[in-house]
């Protein structure tokens, strides 16, 4: 009997740890799909209010995880407005003053220019695959997709902004359909959804992302991929503080 036992607990922990190993291997086939070592995207972003609106056109470069640049190319008034993530730092040149100031992670959760994405968001300071431990919790079917229903919790020592991830991906495609982002009370402060999934940079991805705040009826924010080129070659000289005043 104590025999059983022992294999039973045995089977029982080893199921589990499968499972672990499981769901951040989705996570992070889903997130790889977005991202590569290297990139160049052009978006739009829609910042919609119940009395207002306005548009945000953009262009960014990566290297996956420690280097990323924004750049502001409309409307006029904020054309020229840089953001740079280099490893820990985050950066913002402002043009109109021509000044550069840095980020503290403080402001991480802050607004970026008025949007319900954070500079969190924008230079994705934080990894959903390194920073947090995974575990699958259910499935759900979420716009005619069967998908895996995963909870990310943040590891101890990692500093990230959001106390619970709960994520919808799905399973053929390992599409990241859905995201609640909670804060450290476990209250849910925001959703992010994506849809339009079409080829774009030769993959199949979600290129219409909808970020939903829950206490802000009838807003939210819009990112739409216009143009993006995977594995583009870009030398980490690009990320500096000197090339956000030449960056165009």
Not at 92 to 114: A, C, E, F, V
Request: aromatic share 10%; with cysteine; net charge neutral.
């Amino acid at each position: 009997m104590k025999t059983l036992l022992n294999l039973l607990f045995i089977m029982i922990i080893t199921i589990n740890l499968y499972a672990q190993e499981s769901a951040r291997e989705i996570v992070k086939k889903s997130n790889n799909l977005i991202r590569s070592k290297s990139s160049y995207a052009e978006f739009t972003l829609k910042i919609i209010k119940p009395d207002w609106s306005r548009e945000i056109e953009m262009k960014a470069w990566a290297i996956e995880p420690d280097y990323s640049m924004i750049y502001v190319t409309a409307p006029a008034r904020d054309k020229g407005t840089v953001f740079l993530k280099r490893k820990q730092e985050v950066w913002n040149y402002i043009p109109t003053i021509q000044r550069t100031i840095k980020i503290p992670p403080s402001m991480m959760l802050q607004s970026w220019m008025g949007s319900d994405f954070t500079n969190d968001d924008l230079v994705r300071e934080s990894s959903i695959v390194e920073d947090y431990e995974h575990s699958i919790v259910g499935e759900e079917e979420f716009e005619g997709y069967s998908c895996y229903k995963i909870e990310l919790i943040p590891k101890p020592d990692a500093g990230v902004v959001w106390g619970k991830i709960i994520m919808l991906v799905s399973k053929k495609e390992y599409l990241q359909l859905k995201m609640d982002y909670y804060d450290e009370d476990e209250t849910l402060v925001k959703t992010m959804q994506g849809s339009k999934i079409k080829e774009l940079g030769g993959r199949v991805i979600p290129t219409y992302w909808e970020m939903i705040p829950v206490d802000d009826p009838g807003q939210k924010t819009v990112l739409i991929y216009n143009d993006v080129e995977f594995n583009k070659k870009i030398d980490t000289g690009f990320f500096s503080q000197q090339n956000m005043k030449r960056v165009r």
